[in-house]
């Protein structure tokens, strides 16, 4: 046999290779140490573009140079979530141990799906442990999936496929022959209503219930909903709860909606997407309660228990509905008692995704970094400085408060005397994208109540008190040099 013809990816010198690693590591190092003097953001120039922009190469490069190609055209051009000023949309920051054992989940490389290895072992230790801290029963199942999006998906599959007599996965929604409704709040992320649209039941079924002056879903209008489709001959079949809102934080009345949900035999599902993990924090616990009663939970691990991307999590309360709603053994996947192909149950019986990375390993490390009181104290001290902003804004007369604050999210815009809701928006969004081009810091903007706001949501591992005084100080000097320049506003 002539070895000269055995190709392989691996490097011709491993030398070199560890080299390479180990200065790539010292780069991430220094990277994240100098963080805070970093602008935040900087602009794509066009020639950086245009080599992100060219036909696949032929032949392959020294692995040093596609490294310094890195260097050049990626890495300066972050999105700068990982800075201590990021409170754009609700993105985490990530953590040094998370971004290492996303290297070594990498360069162990277990297709987490099947069979008996570490890997399989760490993953169900991790949903354990999600259980534990939603306050899940044991004999609960869940599955660890890319995100919030996805973690709600899965658990609606789950609510869908149980209803009735449990034959909609064989029968389809037609053989079902009831148009399914389904409950949540104008407030509601947008991910809810796709997944109704891709699981059959159709926007128009999905009733987005109004809410009160806090963006809070009214209780009182569910009921009403409910009893009208009722009469209408539609099949109510669940309620989605917000555990914080994507606008505002707003915690939807869940014990309310779960009792409700029990008293009319529908699934309670609870998004806590973003602020489930907020029951660490003791001001919150009280009023997240009532996700211990859910029948379905999705929370993001991305977002505040700050772990690279991606992960997030579904919790199932009955086990067995979650594993009828997916489970499906095909003779290519078959398992056996002992041997590679033992082990435990496969997790693609719980979720529609096959191949999985093992993303539960920067979990796994994580918490073992830092313990459960850790993060508690993590989560309460961004909540405690979305207080603080909240404070300086209302101490402001210059500066006006858009929602209630809850949890870590505050929305709030310049509002100079005598201004039109026209010249408000417009000041503000010239606010925020000099905010961002001047690499300060990157809050992001919603529409409340048809005003234009500001919005701060923090789930930041490195922010400090200090950045929100910074915050503040730059919007106001930003906010008067535009209103000195006339025509400086954004269109
Ligand atoms: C309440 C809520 N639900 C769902 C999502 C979607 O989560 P993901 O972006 O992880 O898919 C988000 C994202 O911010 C959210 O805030």
Redesign the pocket.
């Known amino acids: 046999m002539n070895n000269s013809k055995n190709l392989t990816l691996d490097p011709q010198d491993w030398e070199a290779m560890r080299e390479l690693g180990h200065q790539m590591i010292d780069d991430l190092i220094d990277y994240w140490k100098g963080i805070r003097e970093e602008k935040i953001w900087r602009p794509i120039p066009k020639e950086i573009k245009e080599r992100l922009d060219t036909p696949i190469p032929e032949d392959g490069l020294d692995p040093q140079a596609v490294y310094e190609d890195f260097k050049k055209t990626i890495f300066p051009y972050n999105k700068g979530n990982v800075h201590p000023r990021f409170f754009a ?2 993105q985490g920051t990530g953590t040094p141990m998370g971004t290492f054992a996303d290297l070594l989940a990498s360069g162990m490389n277990p297709n987490t799906t099947i069979g008996e290895h570490s890997a399989m072992y760490v993953d169900r230790q991790v949903v354990n442990w999600c259980k534990e801290l939603m306050g899940f029963p044991s004999d609960a199942s869940g599955i660890l999936v890319s ?4 973690a ?1 998906i899965t658990a609606l599959t789950v609510a869908r496929n149980a209803f009735g007599e449990g034959k909609i996965r064989e029968k389809g929604l037609l053989g079902n022959a009831e148009q399914l409704v389904l409950y949540c709040s104008t407030e509601t ?1 947008a ?1 809810i209503k796709k997944a109704a649209e891709i699981l059959g039941i159709g926007s128009e079924f999905v009733r987005n219930i109004p809410v009160n002056e806090a963006f809070e879903m009214r209780s009182d209008l569910l009921k009403v909903q409910i009893e009208e489709d009722l009469k209408s001959g539609l099949s109510p079949f669940a309620i989605v709860g ?1 555990a ?3 606008n505002t934080g707003a915690i939807d009345p869940l014990d309310d909606l779960s009792e409700i949900a029990r008293s009319y035999g529908l699934w309670f599902h609870v ?1 806590g ?2 602020g489930a993990l907020a029951k660490l924090d003791p001001v919150y616990s009280d009023r997240l309660k009532a996700i211990e009663e859910a029948d379905s939970l999705a929370f ?1 691990l ?1 977002k505040w228990l700050y772990v690279p991307y991606e992960v ?1 999590c579904t919790l199932i309360r009955d086990a067995k509905k979650h594993r009828d709603a997916f489970a499906y053994t095909p003779n290519y996947l078959l398992q056996e008692s002992r041997g590679l192909s033992g082990g435990l149950d496969s997790i693609n019986h719980y979720g529609f995704e096959l191949s999985r990375g093992f993303k539960a390993l920067k979990i796994w490390m994580s918490i073992k970094e830092h313990g459960r009181e850790k993060y508690a104290q993590m989560i309460a001290q961004n909540n405690r400085q979305a207080e603080y902003l909240t404070q300086l804004v209302l101490e402001n007369p210059y500066l006006e408060l858009m929602a209630p604050t809850s949890m870590s999210i505050t929305c709030f815009r310049m509002s100079p005397p005598n201004f039109t809701e026209e010249q408000i928006r417009d000041l503000n969004r010239e606010i925020l994208v000099r905010l961002q081009e001047e690499g300060i810091a990157s809050p992001s903007s919603t529409i409340l109540n048809g005003k234009f706001t500001l919005r701060v949501a923090n789930v930041n591992q490195r922010t400090r008190f200090e950045d929100m005084d910074l915050l503040v100080k730059e919007i106001l000097r930003i906010g008067f040099e535009i209103q000195k320049i006339p025509g400086q506003m954004a269109k």
């Not at 995100?147 to 996805?150: A, D």
Request: aromatic share 10%; hydrophobic share 25%; with cysteine.
């Open positions: 949309w609700i995100g919030g999006s996805m709600n992320h991910c917000t914080g809102t994507v998004d997407a973003y993001d991305h997030g």
